[in-house]
């Protein structure tokens, strides 16, 4: 009761302030990048900032966040759409603080999002909104039409991308299609399985490069994540690799990043709310 009135309080002050959580997305061009690997940490890292975190899992019926946590969840979004359970109840906590909405895995068949469902979603995320400081999606590999329509609502768009030539080129696509939409939030890159701080420049100011010259878009690196075997041995272990070892250096370098990304990303543009929520809509009824 004392946290339900807490949470209360908190909406109703932000409510009054006009404050909402940012919409942060992280993509990839292709899948088997280390996506999901990334936002987990990057989640926890923004909690220790003392930000209030809410992680969905968007490869809604083949989510794996929860595996690299070392989660059970007990209810994912599926128990919303079969209405066993309201929206609040399918947060579950994780580690370091942040909330998580499971995606669900192992479905039999395709979700379906009727009009009633979509329309609840819609009320309780606008009232969600006021209780965090951010909201992130990882969302599953690809570029669907549907998927473009609900990132072009995102206040922020992170992409993830390798050295390999295919992971450069599929971020590429993946960005030309949000900027030909003229998408209006921001864009940043994030490196990953980098060898060195130097093969983590070429490969994105490569990419930069490109964007500027081809797109005119001039697109922020945050950092990199280095190949750490850090990584690979709390992957196994499902321990999120921020926590497995707190002085490796993707641990290190996943804090930087954070810091990077508070200290630059500006707050949520008025009516911004208002736009994802339409574009999640859309998004859900292509579904």
Not at 2 to 28: F, P, Y
Not at 43 to 58: E, K, N, T, W
Not at 246 to 273: D, L, Y
């Amino acid at each position: 009761m004392h946290d339900q009135a807490e949470k209360l309080r908190l909406r109703l002050r932000r409510q009054t302030e006009g404050k909402t959580a940012q919409t942060v997305a992280v993509i990839s061009g292709k899948g088997g990048v280390g996506k999901s690997n990334f936002i987990l940490n990057f989640a926890i890292s923004l909690s220790r900032q003392g930000r209030r975190v809410l992680l969905f899992d968007m490869d809604i019926g083949m989510g794996n966040v929860h595996l690299l946590a070392g989660l059970s969840p007990k209810t994912s979004i599926v128990d919303f759409l079969t209405g066993a359970c309201s929206l609040p109840e399918i947060i579950e906590k994780g580690p370091e603080s942040i909330s998580f909405i499971s995606g669900g895995s192992g479905l039999s068949a395709p979700l379906k999002w009727d009009p009633e469902k979509i329309a609840e979603l819609q009320r309780e995320i606008r009232q969600l909104m006021f209780e965090y400081d951010d909201f992130l999606f990882d969302f599953g590999a690809g570029m669907q039409e549907e998927t473009v329509r609900l990132l072009l609502g995102m206040d922020h768009v992170i992409t993830i991308v390798t050295p390999e030539v295919t992971s450069i080129m599929d971020a590429y696509s993946a960005m030309k299609l949000l900027i030909l939409n003229a998408y209006g939030g921001n864009l940043y890159l994030v490196g990953n399985r980098m060898k060195n701080e130097k093969e983590n420049f070429d490969t994105l100011n490569r990419l930069q490069n490109a964007l500027s010259r081809f797109l005119h878009q001039k697109v922020p690196v945050l950092g990199y994540l280095p190949e750490d075997a850090f990584v690979v041995q709390a992957a196994k272990l499902q321990i999120p690799f921020l926590l497995y070892k707190e002085n490796g250096k993707a641990a290190k370098n996943v804090r930087i990043i954070a810091e990077r990304f508070t200290g630059t990303a500006s707050p949520a543009e008025a009516g911004g709310t208002g736009r994802f929520l339409e574009r999640l809509k859309d998004f859900l009824s292509r579904k």
